[in-house]
């Protein structure tokens, strides 16, 4: 099917980025490009965009350079003009198209969530950890300290027993040996 009018070209910045061809254009008719060229059917596969899955009107030669020859002395043949016709044959995303999203959107959403959560636990458990951690080097530091001040102890009571016994000794009270 041919229509001689040409439908202005849709918004651009709505164009879909992916899309694959397909012959079904629900009954409508396949216009003619401004390069002169039938139009293809394709639909969108942007699975993230409200466009899934709506069906477009392109042309052949949408954004497509002139192919160039392999050999030099081949005259290339007069290529198609680089055309960037396109125009929306559904106006709104299928319905099975929204629900499948809206399924996907949900369980990517819980399994976000469950990331959020599992990465909390980790980071509780690691703060828990962390602080049985600082506890443990606390008491261990303070079991130091207190080993070292009884071992200062202890030197300081030998030393005062040693000048003791030396005391002792000058005044001949202690035993002779």
């Not at 960037?84 to 959403?109: G, H, M």
Request: with cysteine; net charge positive.
């Amino acid at each position: 099917m041919r229509a001689n009018a040409r439908p202005p070209c849709a918004d651009q910045e709505e164009r879909p980025r992916k899309a694959f061809r397909t012959s079904e254009a629900h009954g409508k008719e396949v216009p003619i490009c401004w390069c002169g060229t039938d139009c293809t059917v394709k639909e969108s596969q942007d699975y993230l965009s409200d466009s899934w899955g709506k069906k477009f009107f392109m042309c052949a030669n949408y954004n497509r350079s002139p192919e160039r020859s392999r050999n030099p002395y081949d005259k290339p043949r007069s290529p198609p003009p680089v055309c960037r016709y396109y125009t929306w044959i559904d106006l709104e995303q299928p319905q099975s198209n929204k629900a499948i999203q809206e399924i996907d959107f949900a369980i990517r959403r819980s399994r976000f969530q469950e990331r959020l959560h599992d990465e909390d636990m980790v980071r509780k458990r690691k703060e828990r950890n962390d602080e049985i951690r600082r506890k443990e080097e606390e008491e261990e530091r303070k079991a130091k300290e207190a080993r070292a001040a009884e071992r200062e102890r202890l030197r300081q009571e030998a030393w005062r027993s040693m000048e003791e016994e030396e005391e002792k000794k000058r005044k001949g009270k202690g035993p002779m040996l």
